[in-house]
């Protein structure tokens, strides 16, 4: 295939949609003669901040001199920031390459009669491949969504990671926090220790279902913490205390109060790591995480006015950005480019991020579960409401309300934020 048929052949599997279950990624892998178990792996998910923490721990093991494998998603722009090598992307023609390999077992599964694979397990199945073609060592896996049931979830690595558990995907996961959590801890395996942020009841399913596979839990708060030093030219400056395994203090190139819960559980996992590999050392981590990046979330672009791109997605993710720009921009009335998918608490997301002296642009986001301008617009109490009728358009507006002495924040959606970041930085 080429890169655009490739593009063709994904969206036409688009169309299933998401299928959660194992038996498809399971006989596709089989077939593919297991490349995931040709790699160690750390296993991420969580509500938010998965994110962060895979490219943390990715920058991590890659500043040790591991040959590292990160895999994420969605995608802002293009499909080949899903699978990077020590920090550089898939080209596009290896993506193309990995995608039509897999399609050939795709299509021996579909002859056996089995039910067509989706996107996502394509994807996850051809990320597999390719990490192991490459020789990674390592693999940081992002869970797609929930975990027990994610096409990830095949994988045995050497850490489980839950970063936090609020309600998300209820559709698919379950509408009550336990219900997000047995999906979240689905990921923890036999004798595979795990690190977590979560709190309340969320936390205690974790600790049963690590009973019951007979590993230890790792927890913000009990087993290490972390405390805000303040900023400096521009970062973080963090200290992080894990205890027996280790401490440190390291400016952090993401910013953010969530940012400093994300850095701890990092922190601690590659700790955690380097008890079993020499090379993972507190100089390494350091030196990572003064450099890390994650674009499009709590990214800051200067300019007149300021713009702020931020893919918070969710009632706590809008939770966490709105006290972050009330940390950085204290006082300051906020100017919104909001997108936001129907299938998400689209109310929680407003009442946690919109106040009544903000101005808010609404957009739609590039999916096809996007809400309309008009239907979020109808929902916000602000200052200033009002629908455009395309991304560019909307931002370019959002500029003029607020300013060259304002502040823009294009938030909602990351279907939204690939498209904002290439109008904002490259056009």
């Given at each position: 295939m080429t890169y655009e048929q490739t593009l063709a052949y994904l969206e036409n599997l688009?169309?299933?949609?998401?299928?959660?279950?194992?038996?498809?990624?399971?006989?596709?892998?089989?077939?593919?003669?297991?490349?995931?178990?040709?790699?160690?792996?750390?296993?991420?998910?969580?509500?938010?901040?998965?994110?962060?923490?895979?490219?943390?721990?990715?920058?991590i093991l890659t500043a040790s001199g591991v040959k590292t494998g990160m895999y994420t998603s969605p995608h802002l722009v293009d499909y080949p920031e899903r699978m990077v090598v020590n920090g550089q992307e898939i080209t596009r023609e290896e993506f193309a390459q990995a995608i039509d390999y897999t399609s050939k077992f795709v299509d021996q599964m579909l002859a056996e009669g089995f039910e067509q694979p989706t996107e996502f397990e394509v994807i996850t199945a051809a990320a597999f491949y390719y990490f192991a073609a490459a020789g990674v060592e390592y693999a940081v896996i992002e869970v797609g969504l929930g975990g027990l049931l994610d096409s990830t979830n095949v994988i045995i690595p050497?850490?489980?990671?839950?970063?936090?558990?609020?309600?998300?995907?209820?559709?698919?996961?379950?509408?009550?926090?336990?219900?997000i959590a047995r999906h979240k801890a689905g990921i923890i395996k036999q004798d595979v220790p795990v690190v977590t942020a979560a709190t309340g009841e969320a936390l205690d399913i974790i600790r049963q279902t690590a009973a019951a596979q007979n590993t230890q839990v790792y927890?913000?708060?009990?087993?290490?913490?972390?405390?805000?030093?303040?900023?400096?030219?521009?970062?973080?400056?963090?200290?992080?205390?894990?205890?027996?395994?280790?401490r440190l203090e390291t400016s952090l190139n993401l910013i953010g109060c969530h940012q400093l819960e994300?850095?701890?559980?990092?922190?601690?996992?590659?700790?955690?790591?380097?008890?079993?590999?020499?090379?993972?050392?507190?100089?390494?981590?350091?030196?990572?995480?003064?450099?890390?990046?994650?674009?499009?979330?709590?990214?800051?672009?200067?300019?007149?006015?300021?713009?702020?791109?931020?893919?918070?997605?969710?009632?706590?993710g809008a939770r966490v950005l709105?006290?972050?720009?009330?940390?950085?921009?204290?006082?300051?009335?906020?100017?919104?480019?909001?997108?936001?998918?129907?299938?998400?608490?689209?109310?929680?997301?407003?009442?946690?991020?919109?106040?009544?002296a903000d101005s808010v642009v609404?957009?739609?986001?590039?999916?096809?579960?996007?809400?309309?301008?008009?239907?979020?617009?109808?929902?916000?109490?602000?200052?200033?409401?009002?629908?455009?009728?395309?991304?560019?358009?909307?931002?370019?507006?959002?500029?003029?309300?607020?300013?060259?002495?304002?502040?823009?924040?294009?938030?909602?959606?990351?279907?939204?934020?690939?498209?904002?970041?290439q109008i904002i930085l490259y056009k």
């Open positions: 688009s169309k299933f949609g998401i299928n959660l279950g194992m038996d498809r990624i399971e006989r596709l892998l089989d077939l593919m003669q297991h490349p995931e178990r040709r790699f160690k792996s750390i296993h991420v998910t969580g509500t938010n901040g998965k994110g962060s923490t895979t490219a943390m721990l990715s920058a050497e850490i489980s990671v839950i970063t936090n558990v609020t309600l998300e995907h209820t559709d698919r996961c379950g509408s009550t926090i336990a219900d927890v913000k708060g009990e087993q290490f913490s972390s405390e805000f030093k303040g900023l400096e030219n521009g970062k973080q400056l963090v200290a992080v205390d894990a205890g027996s395994l280790g994300n850095s701890a559980v990092a922190v601690t996992t590659a700790l955690l790591l380097g008890t079993k590999d020499p090379r993972i050392t507190i100089q390494a981590i350091k030196k990572a995480l003064d450099i890390v990046r994650w674009p499009g979330r709590f990214e800051i672009v200067t300019g007149n006015p300021v713009i702020i791109i931020d893919g918070a997605h969710n009632p706590d709105r006290q972050n720009l009330d940390q950085v921009f204290p006082g300051q009335a906020i100017t919104f480019a909001l997108g936001i998918l129907r299938d998400k608490d689209v109310t929680g997301i407003i009442h946690e991020l919109i106040r009544p609404t957009v739609q986001p590039l999916s096809y579960r996007a809400a309309t301008p008009e239907e979020i617009a109808r929902v916000i109490q602000a200052r200033h409401v009002e629908a455009a009728s395309s991304i560019a358009g909307g931002i370019d507006r959002a500029k003029e309300l607020a300013g060259p002495e304002g502040v823009v924040c294009v938030a909602g959606s990351l279907y939204l934020i690939g498209e904002a970041r």
